[in-house]
Every structure is written in C-alpha cells, then in structure tokens.
C-alpha cells in the first residue's frame, strides 16, 4: 500500500467505535506503517492507537505507544510534533489515571509522571488546575484524606484552561469526592447545570449520571436516580472500558432492591472479568457483584466458557464467594504497592452493602406486584356476574386469598369423597381440596371398603391431574380402576377408565390405548349411566380426540351429547368450550364464536371464573376487532383466579396493540412479565421481546433497548437462537432510532455472521444492507459502501438480481460521497452490467430500480465532470417513473436533467423544462428552493434578469447563493 492508502486507512479506522475491532486495526496498520518507514504517520498512528486503547478497554497498551510517541517528540523533533503537542500533553492524564489501576506498577513511577506532566505544563505556560486534579486522585487512591483535600481545594481554585477536562468530567471528579464526604446536596447542585447544557464528551452524561447515583437517592430523589441509572446503564453496557462504572450500577440496583436487575447485570458482564480493562476495574466490579450475588438466595448464573473453564450454570452463592475472594485478593495487592490499607477498607464496605429496606423500580420490564383491585359490585355486596378464585364458593372472595370451607362435622369418609367429587365438577377447587384434607385427616388410617379406598384413589389422579403431573396421574387411575373392578362397581368402573383414556391419549405410546377406553366407556355409559353420566363420557371421548387433533370425530362425539348435558350445566359450559375449540380448529370461525358465546354465557351465569376466563380467551382469539378482544379480556381479569391472570394478561397486551393503543399494551406486558418472574415461569424472554416491541411503537426508545437486551440474553438461554437473531434485528433498529449507531451496526453484522448458512443469504443480505444504510445516515460513507458491497454480493448469491442492483446502486453513491471517485467509478460499472442483464424486464419493481440505478450512474459522472454522459443516461427515464406513478422521483429526475443541460451551456431547453417542474412541485416540498435556483440561473444565462429576480425575490433566493 502507498503512503496516501495508509493515511486513508488511517482516518477510515478513526471513524470506527472504541474497542477491539479499532484496536485490531489499528495493530494491523501499525505494522504496515512501520515497514513504510514514514515518521510522520508512525506517530499520528501510536497518537491514535494510546487514545483507542484507552476508550476499547486496554489502558495497558497505551503505555507503551504514549510512551514511544513521548520518546520521539523529544528525541528529534519534527515540524509536524507541534500539531500534535496539546494531544501529547493530554494524553499525560490517561497515563496517570491508568497507571494507579496496574498494581503492580510502583506508585513512585506514577509519581514521576505527574512530575514530568507538571514540568511540561509550566514549559509550554499551561495552568496546572488539571494537575492538581490528577495529585487529588493518586492521594484519594491511597486513602490520604489530608492530602486530598488539598489538591481538592488546590484543584478547585486554579484556572481551567484548554487542557482542562471537559465541562462534563471535571464536574463528574467533584461530585464524587462531594458525595464520598457527605455533601450529597451540594454535588447534585454542581451537576445540575452541568446536565442542563450540552455534553460533547465520550465519557459523558454517562460518567457524571452515574457518579449522581447515590447523591440522587441519598437527597430522596429517587425518580431522578432511577432515570440516571437507566440512561448511564444504557450508555456504557457495551463499552469494556467502563466495567468500573457498570459496578456502581450493579450496586445501585443491590441498594435499591432491585437484586434481581443486579443479578441480571452481574451475569451479562461477568465474562468482562475473563478481560477487564485493569485490575482496579476488576476488583470494583467483583466487589459490588458479590455483594449483589449474596441476596441472590438459590439462583444460578450462566457463566461463558473461558481458556480453561467450561461454560456451565454456576450457584450465585458459590460465585459470590469466588468473586469475593478476587476482589479482597486484588485489594490487597493494591494496598502493598501503596503501603495503606486504604483499599482493602473500601472494597470491605462494597462487599457489605445490602438492601436500604426501600424499593425504588428501575426495571422496564419487571415490578413487584401491585395490589390487585376488588371488583366495585363485589364492594358494594352485589353478587357477581362470575366467580373469582374458581368456584361459586369464592364469591367475594380476592383472587390469591383462599376462601373458608365450613364442613359437616359428622360427614363420614363416603360423605368427603362425594362432596369432593361434586366440587371438583363445579370447579369449586377450595371445597374439592378441603373435603380431601378432611377425609385423609379423619380416615385416612382407617382400613376402608375397596370402594371407598378407589375413589380416593381416583380423586388423587384429580387433583395430579390439576398440578399437570399426567404419569402421577395415569399411575392413580389405573390403581384406582383396579381396585373398582373388586366391586363389581360398573359406572364407576367406566368413569374412571375414560379418565384414565383421556390422559393416555396425551402421549404418542398410548394414544392409542386412552382412544380405545375412552370409547368403550362411552358406550357402557350410554347403557348403564344416568343423562349426565352419558354427556360427560361423550364430552371424554371428545377431549381425547382433541387431544389427538382429530376434529371431526371430536365434533361428531360432541353430538351425541345430550343438549342439556344431562341438566349438569358446568359440564354443558366445558362442552360448549370443546365444541368452540374443535370448531376453531376446522376454520369454522363463525360456529365456533357462537359456541364461545355460549360457554361464555353458562359460565358467566354459574359464576366460574375458571370457566369465564377460559370462554373470554378463546373468544377474544376468534374475533376479527380488537376493541371486541379487549374488551373480552377485560372480562376475564375480573374474574381470572391468580394462576390464569397471566395469559389473560397476554392476550390483552396483544389486543390491545393490534388495536394500535400500544401505550396500554405497555403496562399489561409488563404485568405479564412481572407475573412470569415472580411464578419462576418460562417464556418471561418471549414477553419481554413483545414487551420491546410495545415500548417501540410508542417511541420510549430507552426502555425498548433495555427490555429487548435482556430479552435477547434469555433467548440466548434458551438456546432460542432464531428468535433471538429476530429480537437483536429489532434492537438494532431502537439502537439506530436512539442515535446509537455503533450498537445498531454492531448487531447488524452479529446477525449476518449467525445468518451465514445457503438459506439464510437474503435476510443477511437484508441486515447488511441495513446496516449500510444507517452508516450512509451518518455520513460514515466509505464503511456504508463496504456494506452495501456484502449485501450486494449476498444478493447476487441468492438470486435476488434486483435488490442487488439496489446495493450496487447505493454502493455507488456511498463511494462517491466518501470522496472515492474511482472505486464509485467501479461500482457504476457494476450496476450497468447488472443493468443491461434486466432491461427487459417490465414489472414496476424494476422499472423503478432500473431508473434509480440510471441516476446513480448520472450523479456519479457528473461529479467526475462527465455531463454529457451523465445526461444520455438519462434519456427516458423520467417517463418510465410516471408511468408507474412515482412522480416524485421523475421530478427530481428531470431536475438533475436540468442541471445537466445548464452545465452543458443549453439554458434554452433547460428553461421550459425546470418551468415545468417547478409548476408541478407541491409549495412546501423541499425540490422547490433548488428548481427555482437552477430556474432563475436559466433565465439569468438567457438574459432575462428581471424574470429571474423576481423568481428569487418569489422563492426569497440570493442572487449571490
């Protein structure tokens, strides 16, 4: 490469985010600079290279570059040095501040460069305000209080002058030695004004935000607290190098009583500690995660592998003790370099620290729960429309507080079971389960008839059945079948074999068997049984075809029913749901609404907020408005018990989005969310996405990339890799929104790695060409190219001939705005070839491409002084836009049409065509100001002044623009 490649190379990587990839390339430069032998860029490179390696998170490094950058400066100075001077003296801070971080550097070289700093700044006649900053942070280090306050006062009392830190980072310093001795007000005033102007900085608001942590919350601001974690948090999670800070939120959420955001933090960053930044940085961020993992109680975290350690779940206990161990070991080392113990008492209280008894909410997904409201006509002592908690029995009743079951004292063991048995029909759960607890406390010892002893048996298998354990289940019922059979019980018999089928057939291997028990139940109930006996055993032949997906036989056992379902009406409401179900099933909507509706109805009027629940949910799927599906979940929140509050929640939160009032669907997802946290319930990854999505939509950005990034590492826990690609395709989208665009493009290209397989290569196409496109926003031109070149590759690899002129063409104008003519040149090359191979295809998708691609090649060679070229490409195309009625890229068309033929000196045809254009523009569009201008230099070149003087006197145009 020539020495102008290296220097364009050079302010390509500037360009680039902090961290290991601008390192990596820089390194790579550094190595061809110096084969190149030019002084000049070896410098301005290792001048780079000590600010990257500061910013990505390898301070060590910088040592040696600032330190070979220092040698040269004074070993031979060169004209070109003094350029960059005020960099060099700036880059004496990064040294001072980094070389307290290294242990096992001495603390007398440390001071040796704050000698050599000061020297150099009383030389070049520099105030010393940043040098006594840097003598009060190597005497705090050391745990001298004295001495710090007097560089503080020092400090604080100089003059600020251009090596001062920013008006962002000095106040930062300040507000954590006010906060560190108790003036917790005074530091929250100093940084007021500080966060009401504007911060420039790459350390700020994130640094100042979070050094206001504790003042914030300490003065009772909580609010403010909460916001400035959510914000600093945001800034610094994907940045290395501000690991040290990360701990000051992961202590903050410990404090706060958010130990289960703490413990989220501790794991998303825990494999930081395999690579930190320094030691300091290490031992801060270990200290304060094992005082968070201490709260943890029983959880697990997931740890990375590492050189020499597996990936595996490891215990937060054992962790917490680990890190501990690292923390007080590191501490301690510190302490001997520096001859205190000033480090070791600091790290103690981090590892102390514990919940202030007060929560303060900091999640955007997650909250404790709030109480959950009574229904106004159950205050008033009206009686309701359905029951809440399960059963008529809990009329009145919140949702979570069981209601009290009076027994009869002197009900024998036949009397329980039949009680029980009734209930547990009526969905009376607090009555099923109290008259069990009664019979086994009073019978349970005794040697019972086998018909007794079966139905226990047999109300066993319920109540498994309820706690979905089917094997426990099956095993019960076919004990208890066994021991009906000794009785010669037949209807019994025959009701619990197709129980026992009903269950078999939820399993593959026994499906066929349950099918079979279920059947010939039903028809020895039909001979045997009473009317209700015979509906429920057709209702069980029903729910085990359901269970096989065989719908039209399940229709059909549904009816042989009796329509009054044997004047049981609970079981006429169940069937009135599979009947609803299977319907559904078979895409017989409307059948299956009117069903819904009447399941709806019978438990409404029963009172069974199970039932209810259950109707409102399958109704508010079926129904084509949203508003309808909202208001049904409505219905079922006022009657859910607890375990069903949580899908009732979801499908409100999905309603209520599909009804575009997505603010609502904010705090039901977050509900949701909350209840699967609380439950230890799977899917909270999944809820969380959706939770994203809903905080997108309503434009809170923050919060959306927050949610979204802890959806993606659950996602990543499940081993749900192709929903957590489409989850990061989502968070790279807020991140662009947020202005993050480093973040944003990062993810892209994360997605393109995992999407490398034959038939994933349009979607990588697509993230590829995304990410060109958020570069080429930001006028990241040259690396925007390199994109749209990958995308456009990936398309041509996929056969996606047109998206891939639509890359080449964007490549093209990316190239030639990065002020690379020749390689823009090249890339219109391209788009003709690929051009001529669809010219003859007429569907509108192409015609606007082909016309597009036709434009790109025209600005191109009109910025190479080429109109004549840029003007035959032209020919036409104007025309072809209309005729696919995009009118607005026509006039822009003919308006570059125009430019060109008053480049060429042909003002005579240019004057009736932008005439034209202009009259066609809507007032207020932006085209106009540019049409009347070429317009007015038309007229101007046909010597007609008073013409073009009043267009720009019309469109408020200078003569001289």
């Known amino acids: 490469m020539s020495d102008e490649d290296l220097w364009r190379v050079l302010r390509g990587i500037a360009d680039m985010p902090y961290g290991a990839g601008q390192i990596a390339a820089l390194e790579q430069l550094l190595r061809r600079v110096d084969v190149a032998d030019d002084r000049h860029l070896a410098f301005v490179t290792r001048m780079q290279a000590t600010t990257a390696y500061v910013y990505g998170g390898e301070p060590a490094k910088s040592f040696v570059t600032f330190s070979w950058c220092l040698s040269e400066f004074d070993r031979d100075p060169q004209p070109y040095h003094q350029g960059h001077l005020h960099q060099l003296l700036w880059h004496f801070k990064y040294m001072v501040s980094g070389l307290l971080k290294f242990p096992e550097v001495p603390l007398d070289r440390t001071y040796a460069v704050l000698d050599d700093m000061e020297r150099r700044y009383r030389a070049g006649g520099h105030s010393l305000q940043t040098v006594h900053k840097h003598r009060y942070r190597v005497a705090d280090h050391v745990g001298d209080a004295e001495a710090a306050a007097h560089w503080y006062r020092l400090?604080?009392?100089?003059?600020?002058?251009?090596?001062?830190?920013?008006a962002g980072c000095d106040p930062t310093s300040q507000v954590g030695y006010l906060a560190d001795i108790g003036r917790d007000a005074e530091a929250v005033a100093l940084a007021e004004p500080v966060l009401a102007g504007r911060l420039t900085c790459t350390e700020q608001p994130q640094a100042i935000l979070t050094a206001l942590l504790l003042p914030y919350l300490r003065t009772g601001q909580g609010e403010a607290a909460r916001d400035a974690h959510r914000e600093a948090y945001r800034r610094l999670r994907g940045n290395l190098a501000d690991l040290w800070d990360i701990g000051d939120h992961i202590e903050f959420c410990t404090l706060t009583g958010n130990e289960g955001r703490a413990v989220e933090l501790v794991e998303r960053h825990l494999d930081w500690l395999d690579r930190p930044p320094s030691p300091a940085a290490a031992m801060h961020f270990a200290a304060t995660a094992a005082a968070a993992l201490r709260q943890a109680g029983a959880a697990t975290l997931y740890r990375r592998a590492a050189e020499g350690r597996p990936a595996a779940?490891?215990?937060?206990?054992?962790?917490?003790?680990?890190?501990?161990?690292?923390?007080?070991?590191?501490?301690?080392?510190?302490?001997?370099?520096?001859g205190t113990t000033s480090q070791s008492e600091w790290i103690a209280r981090r590892l102390a620290v514990r919940s202030s008894g007060e929560h303060l909410p900091l999640s955007a997904s997650v909250r404790r729960?709030?109480?959950?409201?009574?229904?106004?006509?159950?205050?008033?002592?009206?009686?309701?429309?359905?029951?809440?908690?399960?059963?008529?029995g809990d009329r009145g009743v919140r949702a979570g507080e069981p209601p009290t079951v009076t027994l009869p004292a002197d009900a024998g063991p036949d009397d329980l079971l039949d009680l029980a048995e009734v209930s547990w029909g009526r969905?009376?759960?607090?009555?099923?389960?109290?008259a069990l607890v009664a019979f086994d406390d009073r019978f349970g010892a005794d040697d019972l008839p086998a018909r007794t002893a079966a139905h226990r048996l047999a109300l066993r298998a319920a109540e498994r059945g309820d706690e979905d354990d089917i094997e426990g289940a099956v095993e019960l019922n076919r004990a208890a079948l066994e021991l009906y059979r000794e009785t010669a019980d037949e209807v019994s018999i025959q009701v619990v074999a197709g129980r026992l089928g009903v269950l078999l057939t939820r399993s593959d291997e026994t499906a066929e068997e349950g099918l079979t028990l279920a059947r010939e139940a039903a028809e020895a109930l039909d001979r045997l049984g009473d009317a209700r006996q015979r509906t429920a055993g057709h209702d069980r032949v029903a729910l085990a075809l359901l269970h096989r997906e065989r719908?039209?036989?399940?229709?059909?056992?549904?009816?042989?029913?009796?329509?009054?379902?044997g004047g049981d009406q609970h079981l006429a409401a169940r069937i009135a749901l599979h009947r609803a179900h299977v319907l559904e099933q078979s895409d017989r909507v409307d059948e299956a609404r009117v069903a819904v509706g009447e399941a709806r109805r019978l438990a409404g009027e029963l009172g069974i907020g199970e039932l209810v629940t259950a109707a409102c949910l399958s109704y508010a799927r079926m129904v084509d408005d949203p508003a309808d599906a909202v208001e049904a979940c409505d219905e079922a929140l006022r009657s859910a018990p607890a375990d069903a509050e949580l899908?009732?929640?979801?499908?409100?939160?999905?309603?209520?989005?599909?009804?575009?009032?997505?603010?609502?669907?904010?705090?039901?997802?977050?509900?949701?969310?909350?209840?699967c946290v609380e439950r230890g319930a799977e899917g909270d990854a999944f809820l969380r996405w959706e939770l994203a999505i809903a905080y997108r939509m309503v434009g809170r950005l923050a919060e959306a990339a927050e949610v979204a990034e802890e959806a993606v590492l659950g996602l990543n826990r499940l081993g749900a890799q192709a929903e957590a690609d489409r989850c990061r395709h989502l968070l790279a989208g807020v991140y662009a929104g947020l202005g993050e665009i480093d973040p944003a493009v990062a993810l892209l290209e994360q997605l393109a790695e995992n999407l490398d397989g034959p038939d994933n290569l349009p979607q990588r196409a697509q993230v590829l060409e995304e990410a060109g496109g958020i570069l080429y926003d930001v006028d990241r031109d040259a690396v925007a190219a390199e994109r749209f070149a990958a995308a456009a590759t990936a398309y041509r690899l996929a056969d996606l001939r047109l998206d891939e002129l639509r890359a080449r063409r964007r490549e093209a104008y990316a190239w030639f705005w990065s002020d690379d003519r020749g390689a823009a040149l090249r890339a219109v090359e391209q788009v003709d070839q690929l051009a001529?191979?669809?010219?003859?295809?007429?569907?509108?998708?192409?015609?606007?491409?082909?016309?597009?691609?036709?434009?790109?090649?025209?600005?191109?060679?009109?910025?190479?002084?080429?109109?004549?070229?840029?003007?035959?490409?032209?020919?036409?195309?104007?025309?072809?836009?209309?005729?696919?009625?995009?009118?607005?890229?026509a006039a822009q068309m003919e308006i570059l049409v125009g430019e060109l033929l008053l480049r060429l000196d042909r003002p005579a045809e240019a004057e009736p065509l932008l005439r034209r254009v202009l009259g066609g523009l809507p007032a207020d569009s932006r085209p106009v100001r540019q049409t009347a201008w070429l317009l007015a230099r038309a007229l101007d070149l046909l010597d007609r002044p008073t013409e073009a003087a009043a267009l720009r006197a019309e469109h408020h145009l200078d003569a001289d623009d």
Do not use: K
């Open 836 to 889: 001529a191979t669809l010219a003859e295809m007429v569907e509108p998708e192409a015609t606007y491409e082909l016309a597009m691609a036709a434009e790109a090649g025209a600005r191109v060679l009109t910025g190479e002084d080429r109109p004549d070229e840029a003007l035959r490409r032209l020919a036409g195309v104007p025309d072809r836009l209309r005729s696919i009625e995009a009118f607005g890229e």
């Open 647 to 675: 899908p009732v929640r979801v499908a409100r939160a999905r309603a209520l989005l599909s009804a575009n009032r997505a603010a609502e669907a904010v705090d039901d997802f977050v509900e949701a969310v909350t209840l």
């Open 155 to 166: 400090w604080q009392t100089t003059p600020r002058d251009q090596l001062s830190d920013c």
């Open 313 to 338: 779940e490891v215990p937060a206990s054992a962790l917490a003790d680990e890190l501990a161990e690292t923390a007080t070991g590191l501490a301690a080392q510190f302490d001997t370099r520096n």
């Open 427 to 434: 969905h009376d759960r607090a009555t099923f389960r109290a």
């Open 369 to 392: 729960r709030p109480a959950r409201s009574v229904d106004p006509e159950r205050q008033a002592g009206a009686e309701p429309a359905s029951g809440q908690g399960g059963s008529p």
């Open 551 to 565: 719908w039209a036989e399940a229709l059909a056992a549904l009816d042989r029913a009796p329509a009054d379902a």
